[in-house]
């Protein structure tokens, strides 16, 4: 069953994740202040930048900009598009 956490994108408190997306400090500070919906949705959107934008993760300045446009996601911040994305109707 997950924890609750106080999710840093939606400001209210949400069913967190059960382990961190990704090794060490920064994976531990997701886990303890991000949603798991918050997170599901990321990942969706990191993966419509990497194709998109022909990203390669292999490329350290590629990694570097997914991490920033991660941290402005979570923290409700201007992020990048995809270009021609048109976000679901959620009605």
Same mark, same amino acid.
């Given at each position: ?18 382990? #961190? ?23 969706? &959107? ?15 300045? &590629? ?23 048109? #976000?679901?109707?959620?009605?």
């Amino acid at each position: 069953m997950p924890t609750k956490v106080f999710c840093r994108k939606y400001q209210k408190e949400m069913d967190g994740m059960l382990m #961190p997306p990704f090794p060490g400090p920064k994976g531990q500070e997701i886990m303890n202040t991000v949603s798991q919906q918050a997170w599901q949705e990321w990942k969706a &959107h990191q993966v419509r930048l990497i194709n998109e934008k022909q990203l390669s993760m292999i490329n350290p300045e &590629h990694r570097k900009f997914i991490q920033q446009e991660m941290e402005k996601f979570l923290s409700n911040q201007e992020f990048e598009q995809a270009e021609g994305y048109v #976000p679901e109707d959620k009605a």
